[in-house]
């Protein structure tokens, strides 16, 4: 199954941007503002950090490299998600990214535990290399 297997080779940097994205879906569904203005700004915002990073990322020497396209939607992607939580969050009573309302946290902290035993159990599950 594509899924079992992506999880199995999930490495710990993905596990940590999974959780990273976990509580921002949260966050998003807790205090979403369907104002155009918002998402727009969002948008803009991630094309241009998002060009930024493509170039940032790229070689010096001038020679351009085949990028995963995963990488580049991850890269547009992000400041999206920073640009859009900030803007949601503005005035909320929030203590870094963290809500003000215990609710929330338990709920965030509960599906990142989730997720996190889901992909250690499904790594266990891994099948060994035959012994010689």
Not at 1 to 10: A, E, G, K
Not at 13 to 31: A, E, K, N, P
Request: glycine share 6%; hydrophobic share 50%; aromatic share 12%.
């Amino acid at each position: 199954m594509p899924l079992i297997r992506y999880l199995q080779n999930l490495s710990t940097g993905r596990t940590i941007l999974w959780c990273y994205f976990i509580w921002w879906v949260l966050s998003i569904i807790h205090h979403f503002d369907p104002t155009p203005r918002i998402w727009l700004t969002s948008l803009g915002l991630s094309g241009i950090i998002g060009a930024a990073l493509i170039l940032s990322t790229r070689p010096s020497s001038g020679t351009i490299t085949k990028t995963d396209p995963w990488v580049l939607f991850r890269l547009f992607l992000m400041p999206f998600c920073v640009s859009s939580f900030a803007a949601l969050v503005k005035d909320a009573g929030y203590l870094l990214v963290f809500p003000p309302s215990l609710k929330e946290n338990a709920i965030g902290i509960s599906l990142i535990a989730a997720f996190l035993l889901t992909v250690l159990s499904v790594k266990k599950l891994k099948p060994q290399a035959a012994a010689p």
